[in-house]
């Protein structure tokens, strides 16, 4: 019998991290659509005088934000990373073993707009993120002592996201951060072998497949991954392989910040509500090498599975076992290419 990608149970290889999920397709084969049930949704001023983000409020510890226009940056007032923490090592007996890491931590607003999204932003607006991802990443980045720069987006309560207000994250550190590290040795591995980015001979791969593409533009693609772990994973690849924040053309730049908006549109079309997610950006590390084998990248990771109510958890066997999923990437990307470009609140 021939292996039936669509059918049979199978492990499907992640070549970003070397690891597996687990996939079984069988479990699914009734037909399945997007938004199902209507879940009421509360209209958010413009403004807010509670919210910590808005402009000109103050926030915890005694700041005053800015009486910002369009975006806004600040060191977090609870910083999980400090500059100056103590760079020793700490050892018993090879078991016990820490190390002191030194970083920094600052919070980024998208828009003065407190009821506003990515999304529901116009393109201009998400070009000023854009600009100020790089100039985070090349300030920070610079630094001596910042070997990575991790600029993420938590959104939505569901995913621990403490204020509406469009805000995303950056954790800059000493150390390279696992997800990162990963993808630096399984990149490094390819490019010796193929001298060739990983990612730009994936691109060409789904590019002929054509079966898990579910936006595009001149210079992004994003993708449905082959392996993909979380039922609407997507991955956003450069067409043109380069490593850094900072190597983009301001043409590049404005294809990111449309390609942010046609994926983040695209989620929130899946169950007509504003879709949670973490996403975030895999840029080279910052630290003085030259990184040929890297290849920029961002990963939006959605935990929502087949309602606006019901997500997917990482319990029993994907705690103790493996990343599982029972939809194939294919039924996913056909799902989400069934569904309008137009926003649902702009119809
Ligand atoms: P979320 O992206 O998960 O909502 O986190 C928002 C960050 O804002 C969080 O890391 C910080 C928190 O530490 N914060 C401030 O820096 N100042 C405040 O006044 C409240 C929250
Ligand atoms: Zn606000």
Redesign the pocket.
Known sequence: MKLDLSNHPHRRYNPLTGEWVQVSPHRTKRPWQGKQENVPQEKKPEYDPNC??CPGN????G?HNEDYKSTFV???????LLPNTPNEEYNKNDLLIAKGEKGI?R?ICFSPRHDLTLPEMEHSQIRNVVDLWVKEYEELGSRDYINYVQIF??KGEM?????PHP???IWAQQTIPNEPKKELVQQKEYYSKHSRTLLSDYLALEMEQDERIVAQNDHFVVIVPFWAFWPFETIVISRRPFARFTDMTSEERDALADIIKQITVKYDNIFEISFPYSAGFHPAPTDGEEHPEWHFHMHFYPPLLRSATVKKFRVGYEMLGNQQRDITPKASADLMNSLSDVHYMNR
Do not use: P
């Open positions: 910590y983000l103050s926030r915890a510890g700041a600040f060191d977090n007032d609870f910083s999980a931590c919070v987006e938590n995913m621990g996201c403490s204020n805000h995303g994250q």
